[in-house]
Structures are given as structure tokens and as C-alpha cells.
């Protein structure tokens, strides 16, 4: 549960020197443990209500939280709002490519070719599964990513690299 102190959104310390009431000075353990009424006299307010809290870190971002704070409890709201459409596009770009790097690693012992220990066939079939990856990418994948007119049309882009 999350609770809220001071104006601010925060875990409950293990332990606390109360501030309040018969026990004031008095320091305890075990505090995260203590009944709700003693929190909320200290003045931890649990958090009720987190509304919009559901938001996808992809394609949207998600305001601090707008704290409101009652006898009891504390509400919080947060906006949430869609990223820039050309930075999701880039990011999801970046990912795709990542992928296929990856799809070419998995076959390709690069290191091998850069010390100049693969044979000149397998140069050439390096080049060519790597000229299919770039193809697939350039004409299929870029034109979706460039198509989608909305964050979520991005995130929802779908494809299948080629076999090598």
C-alpha cells in the first residue's frame, strides 16, 4: 500500500520516532506494521484512490500525481498523455533494428569476419543475409512505421523477419 507524508508520496519506515500523543519521542519498530488509526495520527495517510494509474510506458507518459489529502486518506490523480508520435516511431524503429542485429548475431560470428577468419563463401553469405534483413527492414517494416498515424498504430505494428 502506498501512503502518503508531508505532502508526499512515500514507503512506510521500519521504524519511527513518534511525534504525537502519549508516545511522543518515543521511538518503535515494526511502524510499516502499526494499526491505521496510529499511521494516520502520525500523519501517514494510506492512498485510497490512485486514479489513471493504468498507463502504458511505450507509447504514453504519466504525470507526477496530484495529491489530495482528507482526514483519513489521501486520493491520488495523475494525467496521462500519449508520447510525441515521431519519438515512438523512432523508438520503435530502434527496437526492430536491435532485432534484426540480433537475428544476424544469432547465425554470424561477426568477430570471426573482422579478424579475417571466415572463408570468402562465408563472406558472401553473410552479405546476403544481412542485405535480406536490410531489404525487409527498408521496404516492408520503415513504410508501417512511417504509415502509423497514431502511437498506438505504432505499437501495434506487427512483422516477421525473414528466414536466413
Known sequence: MQYVYKGEVKPLPKKWVFKK???????????????????????????????????DPEIQTRSAPTITEFADHAELDYIVTDKPLADVKKAKQAAIIRGGVELLLSKWDLHVRQLGFSTAQEDTDMDADKATLVNYFKNTIKPL?????????VKNITYTWPAL
Request: glycine content about 12%; cysteine-free; charged content about 25%.
Open 145 to 153: 512505421i512511417q504509415g502509423a498515424g497514431t502511437p498506438l498504430e
Open 21 to 55: 500523543g502519549k508516545n511522543k519521542d518515543r521511538s518503535t519498530g515494526n511502524f510499516d506494521i502499526m494499526p491505521r488509526a496510529a499511521l494516520i495520527k502520525e500523519g501517514w495517510l494510506p492512498v485510497t484512490v490512485a486514479n489513471n494509474e493504468d498507463y
